[in-house]
Structure formats: structure tokens, C-alpha cells
């Protein structure tokens, strides 16, 4: 018995990206704990949002038959991928299951009902999550989890068209855990925004709860306070170990990469944020505003803007104990950081000097400090000397070699901050980092593809929608299957025969131009 419920669970989970039976989706099934481990299979969207009838994960649809006997089951696992593009068409909108009306998902439990049992995501991911609450609190996949039997793990939040928005309390997995809830081995690659207590992947963590070996790399936007690439804000003895963020993170007030603020004796080990801040007060890289809190083997390499109380790795910093923790004060154009203290090894260092060790307990990179004293080898990969110390979580390395808040293995330039995305992969990029600017733009070498879907071609320096040259690689074929045509004139405009930099009517609409390529001027 116990052998066929497992050869079925296994087929289910071998075929179920393609083919989900319906047998599996729908209440009145003869065994709902296949693999007799005490979750519940979670088959499609219609069971995971059944899980919200019954918090603690004790039955789905009323029933448990196939639970073990004598404990009964406590909590669900994901068996598929999920996509809330129900239709499939690329688009979020009336025509997708769970739509709402455009609110979007409703999320599980409520700030005063909590999610109290495990969910199991076994890998799998949840594809393009949108929620749209911006007048809502305890926002995300789940409001609320609570209590030592909360336990979200193996989650993968993502999808081009994933979209988180509430007003305080927002995550895209969880709006705030709480009472030694664990969250582990998560992630999130979507877009968050809020008002307060707004996190790419928890809007808050509080009373000893614990965020492990998780990430989110998406851009996290709130209009006040508590704002986090991963966390908006972590308190009463919590704790984040080997986790990171990378993106770009906007708000106010308390704003921070890893989290925006941090407080009462929460911990914070081996963690790394690569993402871009941009804040008013109390912003740092890795920190916002750090009161009684131990961290432990952490650096951030990324941006960071602000007014008042702004440091590279922390902003503000009070009561804390930091340890063995960098910043890169060019990269974050920040020289100083809240309590930094050369005797604990938590200083600032070019991105160069971090970039030199290729192990840990390096002396000889950063004169006066030692860099990366005590770090564990099997939690950080040290690369060669021009690559920054990578996390490693479930056997994948994540870095940010050039410190533009783009992970390695999503940039398409990833020694090059200019630019990131090269959507047809021709070697010039589709767009300029937000903060190149000029000279950042005639330092990297670079030149913009015109034609950026199509590596049929990319330059057209006169901007009049025809191609100067194909690539070298674009053979006649690829040429007729582009829908571009050579330009005649490359540096016409207005294509008349005339050289822009001799017609004094670009535009060849009879009015003389007042520009720099026209002979004359106005």
C-alpha cells in the first residue's frame, strides 16, 4: 500500500508541470497524504487557496483521509508548479482565475488569523503572484504565519508578471512572521511595494522567528518607512543567516538591504546584500537603523543615497556588535558607516580590495585589516581576484561582480555596471543602468542596440529606424526574417541624400533647423 501511494505521488510530481489530473485537484480524494510524510498534496491554484479553510494544515476541503493515524497531518507540499496566469496569454487581467476584480490574490490567513502549519514547496516554483491591496495590511502569498509550527520552506516565488502591493506589513511570501515562525530556502525575483514594514520577501520578521538560506532580487518600493530588499524590518530576538538581496530598494525612512531596520537583540550571520538603496534617513547598505543587534559576517556592495544618517553597510547603528563586516565605500559612495570599528573588523574597503581575496583570513588586500576573517568556505565562495565573495545557498553561488545590483548570472555585462540586459545576447546592451551617467556611459565601452529584440542588427546612429550594417553573424536568411532594411544614407535622417552634418533641414519639413548637426543654425 505504502509502495503504490509513493509510485503515485512520484508520477505526480514527475508529470505534474505538464499534466495535472483532475483526480489529484478536487476534494473527496481517496488518499490526500500520498507519501504518508503528514503533508497534504497541493496540486493546483484551487488547492492552495482551499488551505486558508483550515490554517493549521490539519485537512484540505474538510478531509484527511490517507493522514497517518496516530498524529494526523500538519500542513500541505506543493506537488507542481503554479501559475496565476491561469490562461496562459502573458497577460494579468479579468481572463485569469483569481483575478478579483483586479485586487488579485487574496491573501491566506489575515494579521489576526495566521498560517500555523508547514508548507513544503519541494522546489517547485509559484509563477507570477500579483496582488493588488494598495489599502490593505499583512500582505503576501500569506498574511500571517505564527507560531513554532509555522514552517514555509522550498518556496520559489517568480514570473515576468508577479506583482506584490499592499500598504503595510507587505512580503511577497509572508506579511509578517512572527512568534518563532521559520521561513527557509525561499525565494522571490518579484516586484513589492507598500507604504510601511515593506520586504522583498517578509514585511516583518518579529518575536523570534527565523529567515534562513532564502533570497530576493526584485525592486522593493515603499512610500514611508521599514523598507527592505529582503525584510522591512527584524525584531525581538529574530534572526537571518545566509541570506541576501539584490535589486533596488526606494523609500523614506529606515531603509536597508537586508532590512530596513533592526532591533532587540535580533541576529544577523553571513549575510549579503547586493542591491541598490535609495532612501531620505536612516539608510544603509546591508542596515538601515541598527539598535542591540549582533551581526556577524555580513558585507554590502551596492548604492546607497540618502540625507541623514546614511552609511555604507549601516546607517545608524547603536548597542550593536558587528563583526568581521565590510562596505564598499566607492561602489556605495559611502566612507562611513554606523559604529564601524577597525578592532572587530567591520570596516570599509574599495570594491577592488574585496574583490582581491580569493579565501578567507586575507591579509594582504587591505592594508591594517584583515578581510574576511572566520568566514566559513562552505557559506562563501571566494572566486578568483576580480570577483567579490559569492553566498552560497543549496549548492548555487549568487554574486554581484560589478556592485550594479544585477546578480552574475542574470547580467549580461557582469563586469560592466553600465548595463545589465542584452535581450538579444548581440553584445550591446537594451538600456543604461539607471545611474550611468555620461561619463559612466563613455567608460564601459559600450554602445546601445538600437534594434535591442532583434541580433539581426543593432546601430542606427541616425535614428531613422533603418539599420547601418548588419551583424556579422546575420546571414541573408536572418536579414530577410529581421523586418529591417539597410540604410541608404546612414547619417540622414531624414533620408533626402543630404549628410545630416550638411542638411540644415533634417527633418525635411521645410523649416531650417537650430540643432548641432545642421550647418545652420537659429
Known amino acids: 500500500m505504502i509502495i503504490a501511494r509513493k509510485f503515485r505521488l512520484i508520477s505526480s510530481l514527475i508529470f505534474g508541470c505538464f499534466i495535472v489530473s483532475s483526480a489529484f485537484a478536487e476534494s473527496g480524494r481517496s488518499d490526500y497524504d500520498l507519501d504518508d510524510d503528514g503533508l497534504i498534496e497541493i496540486n493546483d491554484l484551487a488547492d492552495l487557496d482551499e488551505i486558508r479553510n483550515k490554517l493549521t494544515g490539519t485537512s484540505l476541503y474538510g478531509e484527511n483521509t490517507g493522514c497517518?493515524?496516530?498524529?494526523?497531518?500538519?500542513?500541505?507540499?506543493?506537488?507542481?508548479?503554479?501559475?496565476?496566469?491561469?490562461?496562459?496569454?502573458?497577460?494579468?487581467d479579468e481572463n485569469d482565475d483569481y483575478w478579483n476584480d483586479g485586487a488579485g490574490w487574496n491573501p491566506i490567513g489575515t494579521g489576526y488569523s495566521e498560517y500555523s502549519a508547514m508548507l513544503n514547496g519541494n522546489g517547485f516554483e509559484i509563477r507570477n503572484l500579483y496582488i493588488n491591496r494598495?489599502?490593505?495590511?499583512?500582505?503576501?502569498?500569506?498574511?500571517?504565519i505564527s507560531g513554532s509550527s509555522a514552517n514555509i520552506t522550498n518556496i520559489k516565488l517568480t514570473g515576468s508578471l508577479m506583482s506584490i502591493t499592499g500598504s503595510s506589513y507587505v512580503g511577497s511570501l509572508v506579511g509578517e512572521a512572527g512568534s518563532s515562525a521559520i521561513i527557509s530556502h525561499s525565494s522571490s525575483t518579484g516586484a513589492v511595494s507598500g507604504s510601511?514594514?515593506?520586504?522583498?520577501?517578509?514585511?516583518?520578521?518579529?518575536?523570534?522567528?527565523?529567515?534562513t538560506h532564502s533570497f530576493?532580487?526584485?525592486?522593493?518600493?515603499?512610500?514611508?518607512?521599514?523598507?527592505?530588499?529582503?525584510?522591512?524590518?527584524i525584531i525581538s530576538s529574530s534572526s537571518i543567516k545566509q541570506s541576501f538581496a539584490s535589486g533596488a530598494?526606494?523609500?523614506y525612512s529606515y531603509i536597508g538591504g537586508i532590512a530596513g531596520s533592526s532591533s532587540s537583540s535580533s541576529t544577523i550571520d553571513n549575510c549579503l546584500s547586493m542591491a541598490i538603496m535609495t532612501g531620505t534617513s536612516y539608510t544603509g547598505g546591508l542596515i538601515g537603523y541598527a539598535n542591540s543587534v549582533v551581526l556577524n559576517n555580513t558585507y554590502s556592495s551596492?548604492?546607497?543615497v540618502g540625507s541623514y544618517k546614511v552609511g555604507g553597510l549601516l546607517g545608524y547603528s547603536t548597542n550593536s556588535s558587528t563583526n568581521n563586516s565590510y562596505w564598499a565605500i566607492d561602489s556605495s559612495n559611502q566612507d562611513i558607516s554606523?559604529?564601524?570599528?577597525?578592532?572587530?573588523?567591520?570596516?570599509?574597503?574599495?570594491?577592488?580590495q574585496l574583490r582581491c581575496p580569493t579565501s578567507a583570513d586575507n591579509t594582504s588586500c587591505l592594508e591594517g585589516s584583515a578581510l574576511f576573517s572566520t568566514w566559513d568556505e562552505s557559506i562563501w565562495d571566494f572566486g578568483d581576484n576580480t570577483q567579490p565573495p559569492g553566498l552560497i545557498i543549496d549548492g548555487e553561488i549568487y554574486r554581484d561582480s560589478d556592485a550594479d545590483g544585477i546578480l552574475d548570472r542574470d547580467d549580461a555585462f557582469p563586469n560592466n555596471k553600465a548595463a545589465a540586459l542584452d535581450s538579444d545576447l548581440d553584445g550591446h546592451p537594451n538600456e543604461w543602468m539607471r545611474y550611468c551617467d555620461a561619463d559612466c556611459i563613455a567608460e564601459s565601452g559600450l554602445t546601445l542596440d538600437q534594434f535591442p529584440t532583434l541580433a539581426a542588427a543593432w546601430q542606427d546612429d541616425d535614428l531613422d529606424g533603418y539599420t547601418d550594417s548588419w551583424n556579422e553573424s546575420c546571414d541573408q536568411n536572418c536579414q530577410d526574417d529581421s523586418g529591417l532594411t539597410l540604410d541608404v544614407y546612414p547619417f540622414d535622417t531624414d533620408n533626402d541624400g543630404i549628410s545630416d552634418f550638411e542638411d540644415n533641414d533634417d527633418g525635411n519639413d521645410?523649416?531650417?533647423?537650430?540643432?548641432?548637426?545642421?550647418?545652420?543654425?537659429?
Request: hydrophobic share 30%.
Open 68 to 92: 497517518p493515524a496516530t498524529d494526523g497531518c500538519h500542513g500541505f507540499e506543493l506537488t507542481t508548479n503554479l501559475d496565476f496566469d491561469t490562461n496562459t496569454d502573458g497577460v494579468m
Open 302 to 304: 551596492g548604492e546607497v
Open 134 to 144: 494598495s489599502k490593505s495590511n499583512y500582505v503576501g502569498l500569506f498574511s500571517a
Open 196 to 211: 510601511n514594514y515593506v520586504g522583498g520577501l517578509v514585511g516583518r520578521l518579529s518575536s523570534s522567528s527565523s529567515l
Open 216 to 233: 530576493a532580487t526584485g525592486t522593493v518600493v515603499g512610500i514611508k518607512n521599514y523598507v527592505g530588499g529582503l525584510v522591512g524590518s
Open 338 to 352: 554606523g559604529e564601524s570599528n577597525i578592532d572587530t573588523n567591520y570596516v570599509g574597503a574599495t570594491f577592488t
Open 510 to 522: 521645410g523649416e531650417i533647423d537650430a540643432d548641432a548637426d545642421s550647418e545652420v543654425t537659429n
Open 249 to 251: 530598494v526606494d523609500g
